[in-house]
């Protein structure tokens, strides 16, 4: 279990407070849907994720109905076209974003995309992987308010929330960067669904979330005990306002990491 049930503080960071499919062959699922690209939302200036492939997979593809605060978007291309790997193996990047009211320096502000989207987008811009959205089979509420109770709800229930799209088959990868917000000082229940749904034995995983006054708050310590047959190397914490600006940490974190 990587949430748990945990006394709530105020760096609930997600919407609380700082947010937010292969096979061996590495072929894709019929059913899961993964692409290469990356939205440059030019009102916000951050970077929103689409599900993503290599050049083994389908061809990438504009988001539908991608928009930002002035309506337009700008869809650039990640590096690595060929798909050659960077650093040993095939990588796997998972993430769970939730856009909406979010926490911001004690006020709040609605984001039209999620910060741990921003972020995932700024690491798979810099790194050859395959990206794995987790989306929620019911959504979180748009409000911040009514996410913290739910989320609440789910911890205190040791809930599994169901997610949407199918599970990817990540046999065919050595390394998966798994991120998410932290809320109510731990990550949400439905990266726990995600990480007991597939087998991640015998993989490098390395945790990021973004936050907003918890820092990285024992999620990687939470991971290496639900993963015991994983190495969970220490994770990547990005406060959640300033997440476009974390690119020097960001690029040293994969770099001790090989990826870079």
Do not use: H
């Not at 869809?75 to 993430?95: D, K, Q």
């Not at 599970?167 to 949400?188: E, K, M, N, Q």
């Not at 190495?231 to 990005?238: E, I, K, M, P, Y």
């Amino acid at each position: 279990m990587v949430g748990g049930n945990r006394q709530y503080t105020d760096s609930l960071t997600l919407p609380p407070r700082g947010e937010g499919a292969l096979n061996g062959s590495m072929g894709l699922n019929n059913t899961t849907k993964l692409t290469r690209r990356i939205v440059l939302y030019t009102g916000i200036s951050a970077l929103a994720l689409t599900l993503t492939a290599c050049s083994t997979g389908p061809q990438p593809r504009t988001p539908a109905g991608a928009s930002s605060a002035s309506g337009e978007a700008t869809t650039v291309e990640s590096p690595n076209p060929s798909g050659t790997a960077i650093g040993a193996g095939r990588t796997l990047l998972v993430y769970f974003s939730r856009a909406g009211e979010n926490y911001y320096y004690g006020d709040r502000r609605t984001l039209e995309v999620g910060n741990t989207a921003v972020l995932a987008g700024l690491i798979a811009d810099r790194i050859d992987c395959d990206v794995y959205e987790i989306e929620a089979a019911d959504p979180y509420p748009e409000a911040y308010d009514p996410t913290v109770e739910r989320n609440r709800d789910e911890a205190d229930a040791d809930a599994r929330p169901a997610i949407a799209n199918p599970l990817p088959d990540v046999s065919g990868y050595d390394t998966v960067l798994i991120g998410s917000p932290v809320w109510g000082s731990r990550a949400p229940m439905i990266l726990s669904t995600f990480i007991e749904g597939v087998d991640l034995s015998g993989k490098t995983v390395l945790p990021f979330v973004t936050y907003a006054v918890s820092g990285m708050s024992g999620v990687d310590e939470d991971y290496r005990d639900a993963l015991p047959d994983s190495d969970v190397r220490d994770g990547l914490a990005v406060q959640g306002e300033a997440v476009t600006d974390a690119t020097a940490d960001l690029e040293d974190w994969l770099r001790t990491n090989a990826l870079l």
